[in-house]
């Protein structure tokens, strides 16, 4: 910028001398209409060198705001060859940067698969070791551990894919019964301890998603509606046409509830509600969190309403997909 600074001011300098030439050293020989014409052709090749600059110098503030992509050749045309060479220079360097992050993402998540796989089997002798326990009330307490424990390692497993997901989405027309049935299932076991009550209000809906992740959403949800349980404890699904191409899906307790300032950051990595940080319910932020980012990568709108002392309500939104996805009748679950 200061070169063409420079350039611009000697260039006005050169103008003003040659006029002050013309004009006053042979204007006996110099006629003033041919001045004119030849400032006016200065002018108009000043204009179109300098509307050419301003074209060149758009293109390049949109190319580094990232509105337009250039060529290599178009952007050593814009920049200059060594504006060029510093760009092309950091763009490697960032480039490169990238590469290594998302290997070493890859790297960690292949080693938290092969350690959940691996825990598994400790896990599993835990459980038959303690199947022969012949005390009872140590055995019932051996137990619920290793149910979270298994519950931990499953959500360490899956938590881990939630960045690199593009490989372990399968959309499917699934009968929402069936993802129901599912996630009551693993959770079995704390529901009928804390004599939770199921109420199920689902008839035969069908809806586009992945079974796999809207089961663990679920599990999130019921673990947390069974650490913040309350008396005589009511889990209620429920679901319905909300438009005529979305369905309602709704996830209702009768906890604790979460207090009215909480409401719009529960989905924030690590957040723990003002009634959760005395330590009584070994909160940890994350639950709800995981819930967030699966509503993401299954493009669902999450909506959660709760009142202290009444429960909380939380409704997914699912969205007719038949005109996205190409599925054979073999492939629908029936209801």
Not at 6 to 25: D, H, P, R, T
Not at 182 to 204: C, M, P, S, W
Not at 264 to 286: A, E, L
């Amino acid at each position: 910028m200061k070169e063409k600074g420079k350039s611009f001011l000697l260039l006005i300098c050169l103008w003003c001398f040659g006029n002050f030439y013309l004009v006053f050293l042979c204007a006996s020989h110099f006629y003033f209409q041919d001045l004119l014409y030849l400032n006016f052709l200065l002018l108009t090749a000043a204009a179109a060198g300098g509307w050419k600059d301003y074209c060149r110098w758009k293109k390049g503030r949109d190319y580094l705001e990232g509105k337009i992509s250039l060529e290599p050749w178009e952007q050593e045309k814009a920049f200059g060859k060594n504006v060029y060479a510093y760009l092309y220079g950091k763009e490697e360097a960032h480039r490169k940067e990238i590469q290594g992050l998302i290997r070493e993402q890859e790297e960690l998540t292949d080693y938290i698969a092969r350690w959940s796989h691996e825990a598994k089997l400790p896990l599993a002798a835990m459980k038959l070791i303690n199947e022969r326990s012949r005390d009872q009330e140590t055995g019932r307490e051996m137990k619920e551990s290793i149910v979270r424990l298994e519950s931990l390692v499953h959500t360490v497993m899956l938590g881990s894919k939630l960045h690199r997901p593009e490989h372990d989405v399968r959309y499917e027309k699934i009968c929402l019964r069936n993802a129901i049935r599912e996630t009551v299932k693993n959770q079995a076991y704390f529901l009928i301890r804390h004599n939770f009550e199921i109420k199920e209000e689902i008839g035969d809906f069908q809806v586009y998603t992945d079974q796999r992740w809207l089961v663990y959403l679920l599990d999130q949800l019921i673990q947390n509606a069974v650490k913040y349980r309350g008396e005589d404890p009511v889990l209620r699904f429920s679901a319905g046409m909300e438009k005529e191409d979305s369905v309602l899906f709704t996830v209702e307790d009768n906890g604790l509830g979460i207090a009215r300032e909480d409401l719009p950051y529960i989905f924030q990595k690590g957040y723990v509600g003002k009634n959760h940080r005395k330590g009584d319910y070994r909160s940890t932020g994350m639950g709800l969190y995981f819930v967030k980012e699966i509503s993401d990568l299954l493009h669902l709108d999450i909506r959660a309403y709760s009142e202290p002392g009444k429960g909380s309500r939380f409704e997914l939104r699912f969205q007719d997909l038949s005109e996205h996805l190409f599925l054979s009748e073999d492939t629908l679950q029936k209801c």
